[in-house]
């Protein structure tokens, strides 16, 4: 049986931990007292997976067996997860390939001729062909590549289409093809509490419209955390849309959760507790550590980037979306939960080279912005790990670097729309409606592969309830001039950034470092 | 950060084989399921025998008798006894062990099994073989929190004698303290003799912390004392105030003399160890330093003085 996760005391028996920082890693020796949130072990993968996915959909919950659904002549849409999860990407055959596959074998016994393969991509950049081919694999891809298999697009009109509103009154437009398919399967993989379920289609499929619902400043500060579903408002918005969804369509969900077998063996220590490596392991720190700090920027990030995580896959579900999601949750918590007892005046947080936006490509500040006070900051249940007006420390070098392709609109909203004001209310109010209709933003995002114009403020706004929440925001070894921008601080060590936070927090503050990637939630009590 | 700094502070805290000590809140809870008994069987069988023989006669007497200068008295009361005895005695260091099975007869040696503490010599398999193999060790539970079928009863009953320290531990201060029960009452259920032994001078060699004899050859005095021999209906209770009197009372004839250490204890006068120190007992110990002081004391040479000196 694999360990659960733990909160270790820093003592004078700690050796130095591991802390990520961009693509790279160090180790820091921290203040004696500190907390540090540890994930439970990795989860045993399941072995036979073929087997696994059989059982689940030929014994979903709440729905007939798939062989059942499927008949001759209908339509079937089958929508998977794009390259946003899981990070970092997983090692071929992806599950959501073995997953296709049998779907598509039983369609084809069943005589299905109309089928549809759509990513969910939202308005995340395209996915491209050899990006499709790995996720779906060589024979799905060959079959349907590229006329019946392709990526969702938000701003294509005639594929869109208004089911309703919500009984708040949220429009609920998504895309056409699926809307109007006799069967949509949904396969998914559910990395942190907050993906899957009825977000899978309701925000996967949606366009700008639909989205500005759950995707604002409101909805977010209101999430607490967007990791927690019960208490996240953004996901009782995915709710009533859900509701909606299901009354004018079949949708058949297969949900996957992957255990935290996050890098590779050659990099084993990333997922070892410290004082348990041993000899090898420390010799693969340094020579890791060493080769990446000489390795040009370039090499460097390919490197990192073509990092494929050895994932083991601890649960296979299927049903309608409402009755699978809890038990995909459960697996989820499994794996990552770990009971906090209180909360700090000073959170760490080490943020590592990837992010959902950033793969096979840059994380730029904004990303690095949202990773660290959207995504880790969220990591959290009941309470944040840090007390309100307390201060959050993150390891990252903030390098102002954008991916001129993948992130257009994010260059134009640092440099021009930052300098205005870091408020995310006065950014939602005063600029988003401009970046999500430009009509150039809209052509990259269709026709190249640019995230949509307006997904910049989105990664802003899920910062929202953090920086309502810190008092302070540091970024050890952060770049001073992007750190400054986007109205944080930097530092050069962890002592200076500590001198800094003791104007908000005192001399000797309480301080909860949380060890993650691989991934840790913190139950807080 | 240079290569160097890096690799000191990946370093820090680690041993030469890279093991980190374990930070406390890591240290994992190991539930003790009670099955953790070490066989000693394969000590007793005959190459195990043959090969403690060796040990003990070729390396464990000759080491100690160098380090130390044992006077062993009163092995001449054994001399009518038979069968499996139960030799009880003070236990203040590591050097009782070997003292005594150095200078036990050599039938009561060969057939003589060591009560050893079931949590500290059968914790690290290295050492359970070792002192296994040495002094055909077994395993005695202390404290009782878990049951371990005792092996004491079994093996009297296949002719060994026994060696226990009934005080349970080594002495913190070199004084003897009271006896538990458990030898007293193995020895009444099963009606064997209890040689009672005194061992002087042992502490003040090697205490508590030392794995090695002071240098210089100290003095120890060993004392047999006459077979104690559980009589109809009596109780352990009887049996281990007797046995306590027996081992306190060869313990002072270092001091008081064969004679004296009789009427000593006659009189009711001998420094017996108690549960319960009560205000109005006589020869109470002294306190604190005092008893280190005195245990620590070296023990009078008693050599005939050269007569010529040059």
Known sequence: ?525 | MGIRDEIQLLRHGRDWRGRSTVPRSADPYVLDDGEREFPTDWARTRPGRVARSVLQRGLLKPVTWSQTRPVVEGVEYLENLRGPVVFVANHSSHLDAPLIVGSVPRRFADKLAVGAAADYFFDARWRAVASALFFNTFPVERHGQRRLRSLAVELLDEGWSLLLFPEGTRSEDGWMSAFKSGTAQLCVSRGVPVVPIAIRGAYAAMPRGRNWPVPGRPRIAVRYGRPLIPVEGEGFRELRERMMRAVARLNSEEDLGWYGALRADADDTLPLPTRRQTAGSQAVPPPGWRRIWESTRPLEDRRRRRVWTW
């Open chain 1, 1 to 525: 049986m694999s360990r659960p996760g733990f909160v270790l005391s820093v003592d004078e028996r700690t050796p130095p931990l591991l802390v990520h920082q961009g693509e790279g890693f160090r180790l820091e020796r921290l203040p004696l007292g500190t907390n540090v949130i540890y994930p439970p072990d990795s989860l045993p993968g399941i072995r036979n997976l073929d087997a696994e996915i059989a059982r689940a959909i030929h014994n979903p919950i709440g729905i007939e067996p798939l062989p059942e659904l499927l008949k001759p002549g209908m339509r079937l849409t089958v929508v998977f997860d794009d390259l946003s999860l899981p990070l970092p990407p997983m090692q071929t055959p992806d599950v959501r390939q073995r997953v296709v596959e049998q779907v598509l074998e039983l369609a084809a016994r069943a005589g299905v001729d109309d089928v549809e393969l759509i990513a969910a991509n939202s308005l995340h950049r395209r996915m491209t062909p050899a990006e499709l081919k790995r996720v779906v694999g060589e024979r799905v891809f060959r079959s349907f590549f590229p006329d019946h298999l392709g990526n969702h697009d938000a701003e294509d009109r005639d594929n869109l289409v208004e089911i309703g509103k919500t009984e708040h009154g949220e429009v609920v437009e998504l895309n056409r093809r699926a809307m109007e398919s006799d069967l949509v399967v949904y396969v998914n993989i559910t990395l942190t509490a907050m993906s899957g379920g009825p977000k899978s289609l309701s925000v996967g499929l949606a366009s700008y419209r639909s989205l500005r619902h759950h995707h604002n400043v409101h909805t977010l500060r209101h999430s607490r955390s967007f990791n927690d579903p019960p208490n996240s408002a953004m996901h009782h918005s995915y709710e009533r849309m859900k509701d909606l969804i299901g009354e004018h369509v079949k949708v058949f969900q297969i949900e996957t959760t992957v255990n935290n077998d996050t890098f590779p063996s050659s990099m084993g220590f990333l997922n070892k507790r410290e004082w348990e490596w041993n000899l090898a392991d420390q010799a693969a720190y340094v020579a890791v550590k060493r080769g990446n700090e000489l390795l040009p920027a370039r090499a460097r990030r390919k490197i990192w980037q073509s990092t494929l995580a050895p994932y083991g896959v601890t649960g296979v579900n299927a049903g309608v979306p409402s009755q699978v999601h809890p038990i995909t949750l459960a697996n989820v918590h499994r794996q990552q939960l770990t009971e906090v007892d209180g909360q700090a005046d000073v959170a760490i947080f080490g943020l590592p080279y990837i992010c959902p936006y950033n793969v096979n490509s840059i994380m730029n500040p904004i990303l690095v912005m949202s990773l660290g006070l959207g995504y880790f900051f969220n990591l959290y249940k009941n309470k944040p790990i840090v007390r309100q007006g307390g201060t959050a420390i993150f390891y990252h070098p903030v390098p102002h670097e954008f991916h001129p392709v993948h992130h257009p609109s994010y260059i134009d909203f640092f440099d021009e729309i930052l300098t205005e004001s870091t408020d995310p209310v006065v950014l939602e109010t005063k600029y988003e409606e401009q970046f999500a209709t430009d009509p150039w933003y809209v052509q990259l995002y269709r026709k190249s592969y640019a995230y949509h114009g307006v997904h910049p403020f989105y990664m802003w706004y899920w910062g929202a309830h953090a920086l309502e929440h810190l008092g302070e925001v540091i970024f050890v070894g952060g770049n001073r001039k992007t750190t400054a921008r986007m109205g944080f601080k930097a530092a050069s060590t962890l002592a200076d950034a500590l001198e800094i936070a003791s104007h908000t927090v005192g001399r000797s503050p309480t301080i909860t470092y949380q060890h993650t990637p691989p991934l840790v939630m913190a139950d807080v009590r």
